[in-house]
């Protein structure tokens, strides 16, 4: 009868999950709650109009992918300004992977990383709204 080989995987350890859930578990207990941050029902109203205007991705834009915006990100961090916090001119409609991904490591790079992305995202726009139908490719 044959006998399965002997696996070389590394077995998975559950440690790194738990201390990175702990670390996120702390920074929120600090944090204030999203209502205090401004994310109201004013917040709400005008994410929904603004999505409703920009419906995709800004970001999948810029790489030719055609995909639903779900959030609008304050792309420049407002740290509880609300001159900034309302600058509709900062907000991007983003698609949950780009915000939880590349944006992300954007704003862990820094400002000028943050300037570089924004500039490449709203030419993307501003070609879209000129016709710019070669930027964008249905990707199935």
């Given at each position: 009868m044959p006998v399965k080989p002997p696996s070389l995987a590394m077995p998975r350890c559950a440690a790194p999950k738990l201390k990175q859930h702990d670390a996120k578990t702390r920074y929120e207990a600090h944090r204030e709650s999203s209502t205090k941050r401004g994310y109201n029902a004013r917040w709400?109203?005008?994410?929904?109009?603004?999505?409703?205007?920009?419906?995709?991705?800004?970001?999948?834009?810029?790489?030719?992918?055609?995909?639903?915006?779900?959030?609008?990100?304050?792309?420049?961090?407002?740290?509880?300004?609300?001159?900034?916090?309302?600058?509709?001119?900062?907000?991007?409609p983003?698609?949950?992977?780009?915000?939880?991904?590349?944006?992300?490591?954007?704003?862990y790079r820094g400002q000028k990383a943050l300037e570089a992305g924004w500039g490449k995202i709203t030419a993307a726009?501003?070609?879209?709204?000129?016709?710019?139908?070669?930027?964008?490719?249905?990707?199935?």
């Open positions: 709400r109203k005008a994410r929904l109009t603004f999505l409703a205007r920009e419906p995709l991705c800004w970001m999948c834009m810029t790489r030719g992918i055609v995909k639903g915006a779900v959030l609008v990100d304050h792309w420049f961090p407002h740290r509880g300004d609300s001159k900034v916090f309302w600058d509709t001119k900062h907000w991007a983003l698609c949950e992977s780009c915000h939880n991904g590349p944006k992300q490591a954007l704003e726009r501003d070609r879209m709204a000129g016709g710019g139908s070669d930027l964008l490719q249905l990707h199935r």
